[in-house]
């Protein structure tokens, strides 16, 4: 035992001796500064709930968040009432670092994970277009609450991808609505100038062809600053741009450090902060906590409650977090994109519920799931009833809009301390965006060579 | 400047304008210097392209917010951190650096990689990804120069980085230390030959870079908060350092100063003039361009505005 324990030691030195050692500390490093895929044990009887998460790199402030509350959610379900109709609910996490292709790669180890992946929601609109065909071709749905494409939304072309309560087109018409609002009206939009920021991605350039149609409507005028992702943390010359400009209103469509330094480059050039309006991934506390009292009147759009004052809460700090059993640190508890995560984990439960309904008791598929999504109708007893008013919006989901019924957000303004809710919900002007999403859709299918499916 | 403005022909307010990105854009260069510092030091002294040097500004200020955090006083953080950097100086040097002396430096800068890839993912694991925020009282409001604004925490970035220079050139100038530096980047052997503790050497001269990427870091992360995207702050020392040389201290202040005005500068003038002709160019042309402005030096001085001259007879 002793001698071939040795060999063993002998072997290894050997092999090190012939190993360069830069390749060795990269190894190290790589081993340890990388994600992990931390699953592999889901049963058959447990409903798999694959978590693409972003824990690490330079988007983890928005991705803990996220992942926390989607996590935390799912186990209160676990918990408190034994999983759902019994059937407990196993969360399978898959690092993306927010990278696409990373995401697909996570995307095809956990879709098999015990009995098969329930639904995905990537918490990315890279990573989210890159499956749309994949998750379609395996009838597993796409959950991409607020996020993803557009044109998804019409759900004759797009039957796995879901992108209720609202898109971005939506939420962009639903910002200019809430400008109106505060000048008196859409008529009082003449002549304004406002100033885009947005991140030079797929993400960022979604909006425009809205913020082009709206601005022909309207009369006002939009000066585009792209900001590269690869330098999110240099926007001086953007805000320079600004301070020239004086727009009348800047609206914001960033994400990850981006947000934090726009919000810092703001303060410094005293632009009104009441005048900045982030959309709902500029949301979170990482965009203003850095810029201390210049962030103060700081506005962003939401499609859910801020804060942690919700019945809800009370059976998370019961079940999960006086016992110690809350994902990550435990350190995310109220913040608003850890609110996001309960969000639609909340909408995610209450499908599975619907499909066990339908279905039975049992473990569901994702063909079944995607069935309780399109028929999902949450109304606001429903949502009461889950101790989540003001938290999570009611939503009706039909075959041929996924985008639900009522789109429309909420704005939050930060005081310093925490954001608050400041506006009833703004309506978005689905007329003016519907005739587009349809157009893009059918753009879509041409190209793919899709025929739309029957929905009547 | 009304009387300027006059003399030219524009508007005042135009002219203040142009003082404000100037102004702007030049401190912004500064900061870039302090990142780009940090790849000089080492680079002189043993020609390594320290790859890691972005991500050791944010393990320096990961570790100096950490403390803080603590409810430690600032100085004693200040003082922790810098501790924290000379024993990983001491780590690098017995588990990287000692094992590939005389090996090329391609194997040193892989090396350097391994490193950058495991610091930040240790940083991590310690102190977590959020976003730390991070107030030592430097100023942070603004004001003006004629209608020029100007910030305030820029113009202490400015005397922190003048401070700095002045006391590393005194170092290697006047002291045992600086001058046994500078003979180790001429000639690793011939120091070794003389006497000069090649070991020993490194370690210093690494927890100098790792001081200086502790004042980038507290400066940077008092800007923007103490967060993972400051390694790409890497990313922006490049062209200072092509431009500036690799080798100067000097240059990297230079080459910083020079990017920076450049870029800015460019980003609303040159997008401005591009925009008249092709009105929807969207711009952000700064990230590429300061590459250029560094490449086109480089036609005429390649060795950098600083770098040192070698000739090689053949």
Known sequence: MTDSKEELNMLVRRYLSKTPKALLGMALGAAIGAGAFTAGTASAD?????????????????????????????????????????????????????????????????????????????????ITYALIEKATQDKIPILSMGYGRTSAADGRYFPYVFNFPSTYWNQATAIVQYIADQEGGVDKLKGKNFAYIYLDHPYGKEPLPTLDILAQKFGFAFDRYPVPPASMTEQKSIWLKIRRQRPDYAIMWGWGAMNGTAVNEAASIKFPMDHFIGNWWAAGEDAVEAAGDGAVGYKAANFHGAGADYPLYQDLKKYIYDTGKFAGKGDQWGRVLYNRG???AIVAVEAIRAAQAKYGNRVITGEEMQWALENLNMTDDDIAKLGATGLTPAVQVTCQNHEGQNPAVLIQQWNGSEYEIISDWVPAMSDLTRPLIEQDAEAYAAEQGLQPRSCS | ??????????????????????????????????????????????????????????????????????????????????????????????????????????SLFMATIGIAIFLEG?????????????????????????????????????????????????????????????????????????????????????????????????????????????????????????????????????????????????????????????????????????????????????????????????
């Open chain 1, 342 to 344: 309960l969000s639609n």
């Open chain 1, 46 to 126: 447990e409903q798999v709930i694959p978590s693409l998460v972003y824990r690490t790199g330079p988007y983890a402030p928005g991705g803990i968040s996220l992942a926390d509350g989607f996590a935390d959610y799912f186990n209160l379900i676990n918990e408190r009432d034994g999983g759902i109709n019994g059937v407990k609910l196993k969360v399978v996490e898959c690092e993306t670092g927010y990278n696409t292709d990373r995401g697909v790669e996570c995307y095809d180890r956990t879709k098999n994970e015990g009995s098969g992946a329930t639904f995905y929601s990537p918490w990315s609109t890279g």
């Open chain 2, 1 to 106: 400047m009304e009387t300027i403005a006059t003399l030219l022909g524009v508007d005042p307010f135009d002219l203040w304008f142009f003082v404000e990105v100037l102004v702007g854009g030049l401190m912004a260069g500064v900061m870039y210097s302090l990142v780009a510092l940090g790849f000089v030091l080492i680079f002189k002294a043993s020609s390594v392209f320290n790859f890691a040097q972005g991500v050791m500004v944010l393990f320096a200020a990961l570790n100096f917010v950490g403390f803080l955090d603590m409810g430690i006083p600032v100085w004693l953080c200040f003082i922790l951190a810098m501790g924290v950097m000379v024993l990983l100086s001491f780590v690098i040097e017995r588990v990287v650096l000692r094992p590939l002396v005389n090996q090329p430096h391609i």
């Open chain 2, 122 to 314: 240790f940083g991590e694991m310690l102190w977590g990804s959020s976003i730390k925020p991070l107030d030592v009282g430097i100023p942070d409001d603004v004001f003006f120069l004629g209608e020029a604004m100007i910030q305030q925490n820029d113009m202490f970035a400015a005397v922190v980085a003048s401070v700095l220079v002045i006391a590393l050139a005194l170092f290697f100038h006047y002291t045992r230390i600086g001058r046994a530096l500078r003979a180790v980047a001429d000639d690793h052997q011939a120091a070794l030959s003389i006497g000069i503790p090649l070991n020993h050497i490194w370690i210093i001269v690494w927890s100098v870079a790792g001081f200086v990427a502790l004042v980038a870091g507290i400066m940077w992360g008092s800007k923007l908060g103490v967060q993972f995207s400051l390694t790409v702050l890497a990313l922006k020392a490049l062209p200072v350092l092509i431009l500036g040389g690799f080798t100067s201290i000097p240059g990297a202040i230079v080459g910083g100063l020079i990017i920076g005005a450049g870029e800015k500068l460019s980003e609303i003038y040159l997008v401005d003039a591009i925009q008249s002709f092709y009105p929807s160019f969207s711009g952000a042309i700064e990230e590429w361009f300061a590459y250029i402005l560094a490449l086109a030096f480089l036609v005429f001085r390649p060795q950098g505005l600083f770098g040192e001259k070698i000739i090689e007879r053949v």
